[in-house]
């Protein structure tokens, strides 16, 4: 007697790539949602710019605009883009913050659960913080318009588009930087302030960096927003074909493939 043994078909189970691209936008809608339902903090966000627009233009017009050859509203074309970045770097780096208490409420643990890749968690967050700070450029160019500021209607979407790229990278740092301190949360900020002021002041966004030593002229050299900075000034003025243009991106998109390295790194190495 012949036994016939059935052999089940072997069905091939397909895994289904997520669209990375999905993922962001999921990402970064979810960070939103508190923004959306309290749009106080973006007003709030304004205060800053605002101020040194109003305390510290007239004071950079006064005490080096002559020197530094500003003319009249040329001191707007100069500080304004600069403080754009200024708002993007302040607004960047200080996103860890956020992430640091959601892992005090778990609530980053559930969404590193999910289906989501690393990278697009990274890039979303950092995305997120994107969307209040054009919303606060676009204040603050329809601001310092009545005062002679030009935005020129070609290069100010391109700069946006460059602050994007900056802060993505600069977003990742910082949350990259928000797993590494997360049993001890308060060095978080010690390390941020300690790495940005240097970054600002080198990056020559207060003051023109022509009137400073040569040490200074040197270490700048370094300074990543240094490079977008002068091509934000670049762009608004309409200068779309200028040098700084070129060297400004290249500092974004590196800060931006650095950020994402270190970022998606650490963030695996914590849940290992």
């Known amino acids: 007697m012949t036994t016939i043994t059935a052999t089940p078909p072997t069905t091939t189970v397909a895994t289904a790539r997520r669209p990375w691209l999905g993922d962001v936008?999921?990402?970064?809608?979810?960070?939103?949602?508190?923004?959306?339902?309290?749009?106080?903090?973006?007003?709030?966000?304004?205060?800053?710019?605002?101020?040194?627009?109003?305390?510290?233009?007239?004071?950079?017009?006064g005490s080096v605009g002559e020197s530094a050859g500003f003319a009249g509203a040329d001191v707007w074309q100069w500080f304004v883009p600069a403080i754009l970045v200024m708002t993007t770097l302040f607004g960047t780096?200080?996103?860890?913050?956020?992430?640091?208490?959601?892992?005090?409420?778990?609530a980053h643990e559930r969404l590193l659960v999910t289906p989501l890749s690393r990278s697009s968690q990274l890039v979303g967050r950092s995305l997120k913080e994107m969307v209040p700070l054009v919303a606060q450029a676009g204040i603050v160019i329809l601001v310092m318009l009545p005062f002679g500021f030009r935005a020129d209607p070609v290069g100010a979407p391109l700069g946006l588009a460059m602050l994007a790229v900056l802060g993505v990278g600069l977003g990742s740092l910082s949350y990259a930087l928000a797993i590494a301190v997360r049993?001890?949360?308060?060095?978080?900020?010690?390390?941020?302030?300690?790495?940005?002021?240097?970054?600002?002041?080198?990056?020559?966004?207060?003051?023109?960096?022509?009137?400073?030593?040569?040490?200074?002229?040197?270490?700048?050299?370094?300074?990543?927003?240094?490079?977008?900075?002068?091509?934000?000034?670049?762009?608004?003025?309409?200068?779309?074909?200028?040098?700084?243009?070129?060297?400004?991106?290249?500092?974004?998109?590196?800060?931006?493939?650095?950020?994402l390295t270190v970022g998606v790194r650490t963030l695996l190495r914590s849940t290992d």
């Open 25 to 61: 936008r999921l990402v970064m809608a979810r960070e939103l949602r508190p923004i959306v339902r309290e749009p106080f903090s973006v007003v709030f966000g304004l205060i800053q710019p605002l101020v040194f627009l109003g305390l510290f233009g007239p004071l950079l017009a």
């Open 93 to 106: 780096s200080t996103t860890g913050a956020n992430l640091l208490v959601e892992m005090q409420t778990g």
């Open 183 to 259: 049993k001890q949360d308060w060095t978080f900020w010690v390390v941020q302030q300690t790495v940005l002021f240097p970054l600002l002041i080198l990056s020559g966004m207060l003051l023109p960096l022509e009137t400073g030593p040569q040490w200074m002229k040197v270490a700048s050299a370094f300074d990543p927003v240094r490079w977008v900075v002068e091509a934000e000034r670049a762009l608004f003025a309409g200068d779309l074909t200028s040098s700084a243009v070129g060297a400004g991106w290249l500092a974004a998109v590196l800060t931006a493939v650095l950020g």
